[in-house]
């Protein structure tokens, strides 16, 4: 979500695997075009029962909106504002789709 790019020299883990968060075949150009890249990341991790308004306008007008909630889907993110959604909101999506299919 916020671009971050392993450029150390190679440790125990593998370059680019960002402390296992991200595999390094794994396209996260999306990230460096993300509003939320230029924004304060502590709107997007609320305290509990803290305001998601302010992330979510931002999400709102960000172009890489689908892809950032693609990823957290993928990686079952269970924190933060990804893609417009909270991680509640997140569950009951996936909830949905598996609903459906």
């Given at each position: 979500?916020?671009?971050?790019?392993?450029?150390?020299?190679?440790?125990?883990?593998t370059?680019?695997?960002?402390w296992?968060?991200?595999r390094p075949?794994e396209?996260?150009?999306?990230q460096?075009r993300?509003?939320?890249?230029?924004?304060d990341?502590?709107?997007f991790f609320?305290?509990k029962?803290?305001?998601?308004?302010d992330?979510?306008?931002?999400?709102?007008q960000c172009?890489?909106?689908?892809q950032?909630?693609q990823?957290?889907l993928?990686?079952d993110?269970?924190?933060?504002?990804?893609?417009g959604?909270?991680?509640?909101?997140?569950r009951?999506?996936?909830?949905?789709?598996?609903?459906?299919?």
């Amino acid at each position: 979500m916020w671009g971050v790019i392993d450029d150390s020299e190679e440790g125990p883990q593998t370059k680019g695997a960002l402390w296992g968060l991200f595999r390094p075949d794994e396209d996260l150009s999306w990230q460096h075009r993300a509003l939320c890249s230029q924004t304060d990341p502590e709107a997007f991790f609320p305290e509990k029962g803290g305001s998601t308004r302010d992330a979510k306008r931002v999400c709102e007008q960000c172009e890489v909106r689908e892809q950032c909630l693609q990823w957290a889907l993928e990686h079952d993110e269970r924190f933060g504002i990804w893609g417009g959604m909270s991680e509640r909101e997140r569950r009951r999506y996936k909830k949905e789709r598996r609903r459906r299919a």
